[in-house]
């Protein structure tokens, strides 16, 4: 005797859009009350990490910068004034993708005297205004104390967060470097005055 097989009642189709609708209305839409409070501080956060690590790209960006100015500076034996605005240029693009033109980048000739204090020999610039000559300019951290002539290497960036939360303001990173000439007492600079041996 043979039985035949009694098929199964097909399952009820249900869209996806009826089956949300039903999911959220069986909470008498407490769901999307609460995602509607947590989406802010989702986003929130986001955009503050991002913009985080988007600044500090950046300010990584400056300190490369700042360093192959100072060092191509400092290799140099002489150097002419379109030598010097070749460097600047250069030092710019490192600090591609970001815009080269929103940066002040300036690279002098410093000496320190006996007392310690440093005065600006001769001073160039890109996008911003060079260094007064005989002029004091602080050093960064760790430089010789006196008697010592170097190359200042400085960039200024002016930071726009790409997405805003609520600094109106550009932020200004920057970074600064000296480092002692590589191949002589002093790097000259044609038409600019020279540094005088430290008494």
């Known amino acids: 005797m043979r039985h ?3 098929p199964l009642p097909a399952a009820p189709h249900i869209a996806p859009i009826s089956l949300l609708r039903r999911m959220l209305g069986c909470r008498g839409g407490a769901m999307m009350v609460e995602f509607a409070v947590a989406l802010p501080v989702l986003l929130t956060l986001y955009s503050g990490a991002y913009t985080l690590s988007d600044m500090v790209a950046c ?9 192959q100015l100072t060092d ?13 605005s070749g460097v600047l240029a250069a030092s710019a693009q490192v600090l591609a993708p970001y815009a080269g033109a ?17 005065h600006v020999v ?5 996008n911003g205004t060079p260094l007064d000559a005989g002029s004091a300019v602080p050093l960064p951290a760790g430089t010789p104390s006196r008697c010592a002539v170097l190359i200042l290497g400085q960039v200024r960036y002016a930071y ?39 008494a």
């Open 4 to 6: 035949s097989a009694t």
């Open 72 to 84: 191509l500076v400092a290799r140099s034996t002489a150097l002419a004034p379109v030598d010097v």
């Open 59 to 67: 300010q990584h960006k400056v300190t490369q910068a700042t360093r």
């Open 122 to 126: 001769w001073s160039q610039s890109l």
């Open 102 to 118: 929103k940066a002040a980048i300036t690279v002098s000739e410093v000496q320190l005297g006996t007392d310690g204090t440093a």
């Open 160 to 198: 726009t967060p790409t997405i805003s939360l609520g600094q109106a303001q550009p932020l200004v990173l920057s970074d600064s470097l000296a480092m002692s000439p590589r191949y002589g007492p002093q790097v000259p600079l044609d038409g600019a005055a020279s540094a005088t041996p430290c």
